[in-house]
């Protein structure tokens, strides 16, 4: 069974920084990846996205320079620095791979991903 596990989540102050992983069981290096997250009370939403060479990436602007997404193909891992962590950046963050199509365009949409992690929660306090 096809797997995403993510870690690196944990409790930090605002300001800190905290560098989320994410490891699949099989390859990823055709596939384009994403970093979602939800907070409580809220739907989940789109935090970055990276195309399967890692040449283009994408951030929504509450993140934007702030956080960092990145691959290692080889390693089959994903990862998400997040630098300057605010209150607000509270949530359980989830990995997503779009499995189903290869060499495809950068998306941030959810419908575009079919295969989730478990999630790794991330608190930050004031």
Not at 46 to 63: E, F, K, L, Q
């Amino acid at each position: 069974q096809v797997q995403l596990v993510e870690s690196g989540g944990g409790l930090v102050q605002a300001g800190d920084s905290l560098r989320l992983s994410c490891t699949a069981s099989h390859t990823i290096r055709t596939i384009a990846m994403a970093w979602f997250r939800r907070a409580l009370g809220k739907e989940r939403e789109a935090v970055a996205a990276i195309t399967w060479n890692g040449w283009n990436t994408n951030y929504a602007d509450s993140v934007k320079d702030r956080f960092t997404i990145s691959r290692d193909n080889v390693k089959n891992t994903v990862y998400l620095e997040m630098d300057s962590l605010q209150p607000d950046d509270t949530a359980v963050y989830y990995c997503a791979a779009d499995r189903s199509h290869s060499f495809s365009d950068l998306s941030m949409s959810l419908l575009q991903y079919d295969q989730w992690g478990q999630g790794t929660q991330v608190t930050v306090s004031s």
